[in-house]
């Protein structure tokens, strides 16, 4: 492992002490010999003792030694607590980290030159370095990924369609990766160097390879292609550009350490193979671009092949029946090189608006448009209505020459429409009409005129009707669930009862207490309170003892309270029955009160109500 | 109870009679516009048909007639707002549908009718085979035939209750087809609005306070209305195609 981290060249490591603040700069590449065609990852570092605000980012200046293919940025921070003499310091150093990854451009030695920052008004630099690019190694790296572009044609018109191929190639045993971020920036570089002069657009929508052999040698190559066309006139030239890929490199450890010798250089156990970002360049393009010719007359600047095509659908119609007029026009152009097609005005004939449709097919050849029209046209007379041909002017770059385009003429034989509706004229006079022998239907008399309405259905009517076949039924079904209750459980009626009934007999003692004898007041409040009991409860109260009835009603939950009360009025009853008291006005309205206690007590009771 | 069962009824007998009578003028000023017309004083006539509507009685004959004297005046745009009016308030009346289509054929624009198979046709006959407002009341009738099986059904023996079964299930049926129709209708009332142009030609744009003209209609032509911005509103002809077109040139229906 040590001998693997050898690998990484520690070029220069320089560190400038600030003055007044603990910020240090240094900046490390990973090789300082490198072949051409190889990329070095230079890491500068920046450490302060705080949080830095501001822009302090390093830039490189530009030169003719080497390109930068990317930079990139991180940060972390780190503390650290010291205890001396009893006193604990902590400190904080904040590390940032800049990547750059250069390419170098020709063979030779360059140096690549300090970096600087500023901070808080202070300037910290690295110190340069030298950097060695050797010329053998780099040919045989190119050899293993090559990126070239070609186009159909190097001479063109302006507006002219033109195909340019991407090719990435690999040898099918080099140790290469070829990923999407590659072809990513391949191609966005290339269409930001392409827009400037040309109208690009891609042919492809995923990337597929191919196995060929070329020279004998197995290789595997990927091609990409776009539709070109020049916006501009004279020498326009494409760049090349970067196309990335990632190096395989197998490591392999021969320090003499038996750990390192087996894991290091086993693929099993990781570290056997380093990835390497690598790129190629691919070559650059000039086509000489050519203005038009002087053009004539409703040209309106469409370059390239075109083909048109007018039909019409039926050929024969009764007058007033729609006819369908079809025009395709096909070009290898793109849409908007291609004009409107629109029909000219026919005398006797409405012609409704067209439904266009535009369709782009991206074909090997290159782009093809087709733009179709369908008009709807109502011939209104009978006779021959003669569509006429269109025309249409464009330059076409293989002749070298204008030509104009004309589609055939279409007839359509029209012929007489129904019940002369083709003839008629816009308002007819009652004479007129009177003559076809039809008219409007007469007015409307002897009619008691009603306010009618379009919206019945916001009459209230129905806002109170429609509700009531739904409660009809739900008012059945209720019933009907309650009738087969009762079916199965009689007792539940009296249960239900029970109360209203004893309220019943008390209210009508209450009514008639004065009046009635003593022992038939009695007779009556007791009955009243035993029948409740017996039907809310189940048993049969009449008849039984005070201690039975304290026992059965203990036995169904009823409460102490309520056993109390109960007991209270039957003593009171018998307190009358057995000559212990007299029953006067007052002793009468006790006992009254005392049942009618007991009831709602008994009730609440039974409902799980605690008193 | 039966002060309950009284409550009720009185209840409902008030909702259902009709409370509504027209005001004696209205059926004045109807007779007199007639005189007119038959005078062939058609101004005037609309004159005094129009001060029917005005009053709120909003009548299909006062509308048909209205439209009769527009058509008179050679107005064809107003005639045919006015016999729609009529339609919708009498859908079923054959004067108004036979003055329509003949409206209809003194107009410039011919629009493409759609041509309907012959299931189509059935059922577009069906559904407006009823006024929307005979619907209603055939839902409710059926409605409370069906509660009154759904109760005998709960009370009757086995045997009973098949034939309760066949019974209601036709009569849902004809509810359930009722209450599409009708709910269609409704939809169509509330949410489709329908205009009549009424200037002699309309430019439709392709925008509010827009150059470009995409088609030109004419006088009477009927479309349907999508889309309103202040005085613009968005119409598209049976054939789809749509155009903002000015408020003011358009009679809603």
């Known amino acids: 492992m040590r001998k693997l981290n050898s690998i990484l060249f520690v070029l220069f490591a320089c560190t400038v002490a600030a003055f007044g603040q603990d910020i240090s700069i ?13 990329q070095i990852q230079v890491v500068v570092q920046l450490v302060a003792n705080k949080r830095l605000s501001g822009n302090f980012t390093p830039q490189v200046p530009k030169n003719d030694d080497f390109d930068v293919v990317s930079t990139n940025q991180n940060q972390n921070q780190s503390s650290s607590i010291t205890l001396a003499n009893g006193k604990m310091t902590q400190t904080v150093n904040i590390t940032y980290l800049f990547y750059y990854v250069i390419s170098p451009k020709k063979t030779g030695a360059f140096t690549f030159p300090a970096l600087s920052c500023t901070v808080d008004g202070a300037t910290y630099s690295t110190n340069p370095f030298a950097i060695t690019v050797g010329k ?19 001479n063109l018109y302006k507006g002219e369609q033109a195909l340019l191929t991407v090719r990435v190639a690999q040898k099918a045993n080099a140790q290469v990766q070829l990923n999407e971020q590659g072809f990513g920036g391949m191609f966005d570089k290339l ?107 409703g040209f309106t600047g469409a370059v390239g092949t075109f083909t048109m095509n007018a039909s019409a659908d ?56 087709q733009k179709a029209y369908k008009y709807l046209v109502v011939p209104k007379q009978e006779g021959t209505t ?33 019940s002369g509706q083709a003839s008629q004229t816009r308002y007819l006079t009652q004479e007129e009409i009177r003559q076809v022998g039809q008219d409007i239907r007469y007015i409307k008399t002897g009619v008691t005129l009603k306010r009618q309405t379009d919206q019945p259905y916001k009459d209230l009517v129905f806002f109170v009707l429609f509700p009531l076949p739904f409660l009809i039924a739900l008012f059945s079904f209720l019933y009907k669930v309650q009738s087969e209750r009762y079916e199965k459980d009689s007792s539940l009626i009296l249960r239900r009862q029970a109360l209203r009934k004893a309220n019943k007999v008390l209210a009508s003692v209450s009514k008639q207490a004065s009046k009635m004898p003593g022992p038939e007041f009695c007779a009556k409040l007791a009955e009243a309170c035993e029948d409740f009991i017996s039907h809310k409860f189940g048993f049969a109260a009449t008849g039984k003892t005070l201690d039975e009835m304290k026992l059965e009603l203990s036995g169904r939950g009823v409460q102490p309270s309520a056993l109390e009360l109960c ?30 206690k007991l009831i709602a007590e008994l009730e609440k009771q039974k409902k799980g109500k605690p008193a | 109870m039966k002060r309950i069962v009284l409550t009720v009824s009185a209840l409902l007998v008030f909702l259902v009679m009709p409370v509504r009578t027209p005001a004696a003028p209205v059926n004045y000023w109807f007779d007199r516009a007639n005189a007119l017309y038959e005078q062939q004083a058609y101004d005037s006539a609309v004159v005094l048909y129009g001060k029917i509507l005005e009053a709120g009685t909003t009548s299909s004959a006062a509308f048909f007639n209205l439209g009769n004297s527009y058509f008179r005046l050679k107005k064809v745009g107003l005639a045919l707002l006015n016999y729609e009016k009529a339609r919708q308030l009498s859908p079923d009346d054959p004067d108004i549908i036979a003055n329509i289509k003949f409206a209809n054929s003194a107009i410039i624009d011919r629009l493409p009718e759609n041509e309907k198979s012959f299931a189509g046709a059935i059922v577009v006959r069906l559904h407006t085979l009823f006024p929307l407002q005979t619907q ?101 002809l049976p054939t789809g195609v749509s155009g903002w077109v000015q408020v003011s040139s358009l009679g809603k229906i």
């Open chain 1, 191 to 297: 269409e930001k160097e392409m827009s400037k002069d040309f109208a690009a657009s891609r042919l492809f929508t995923q990337l597929k390879g191919v196995h060929e052999v070329v020279n004998g040698e197995r290789i595997f190559s990927v091609k990409a292609q776009y539709s070109l066309v020049p916006l501009s006139t004279g020498l326009l030239t494409i760049p090349g550009v970067p196309f990335a890929y990632i190096a395989l490199k197998q490591v392999r450890s021969r320090g003499g350490d038996p750990f390192d010798d087996f894991f290091g250089g086993n693929p099993f156990f990781g570290g056997g193979v380093q990835q390497v970002q690598r790129s190629v360049m691919s070559n650059g393009l000039s086509i000489q671009v050519s203005p038009l010719p002087p053009a004539p007359a």
């Open chain 2, 136 to 236: 209603l009341w055939m839902i409710v009738i059926l409605l409370f035939c069906l509660s009154i099986l759904f109760s005998l059904f709960l009370y009757t023996s086995q045997n009973a209750r098949l034939w309760i079964i066949y019974g209601s299930s036709i009569l849902f049926f004809i509810t359930l087809s009722l209450g599409i129709s009708a709910g269609v209708k409704i939809y169509s009332r509330e949410q489709v609005q329908y205009a009549i142009v009424l200037s002699e030609s309309l430019d439709a744009k392709n925008q509010p306070n827009g150059n470009k003209v995409l088609f030109t209609v004419h006088e009477g032509t009927k479309f349907r209305v999508r889309k309103a911005l202040n005085d613009w509103v968005l119409v598209s």
């Open chain 1, 26 to 38: 240094s900046a490390t590449a990973d090789k300082t010999a490198v072949s051409l065609g190889e």
């Open chain 1, 567 to 596: 007991v209270a009025f039957f003593e009171s009853l018998d307190a009358y029955r057995f000559g212990m008291t007299t029953l006067d006005a007052s002793y009468r309205i006790g006992l009254l009160e005392k049942a009618q």
């Open chain 1, 386 to 418: 003669v569509i006429p041909a269109l025309t249409w002017t464009y330059f076409d770059p293989v002749a070298r020459v204008y030509k104009t385009l004309s589609s055939e003429p279409v007839t359509v034989v029209v012929t007489k429409g129904k």
């Open chain 1, 314 to 369: 039926p050929r024969q119609v009764p007058a007033g029946d729609p006819v369908t007029v079809s025009i395709l026009f096909k070009g290898n152009t793109r849409p908007n090189s291609m004009p409107e097609i629109t029909m000219p005005q026919l005398a006797d004939c409405e012609v409704f608006p067209p439904e266009k449709h535009v369709s782009v097919d991206t074909t090997p050849n290159g782009i093809m448009c």
């Open chain 1, 136 to 154: 053998e190694q780099a040919q045989a790296q190119a050899s293993e990924v090559s990126a070239s572009l070609t186009v159909s044609k190097k």
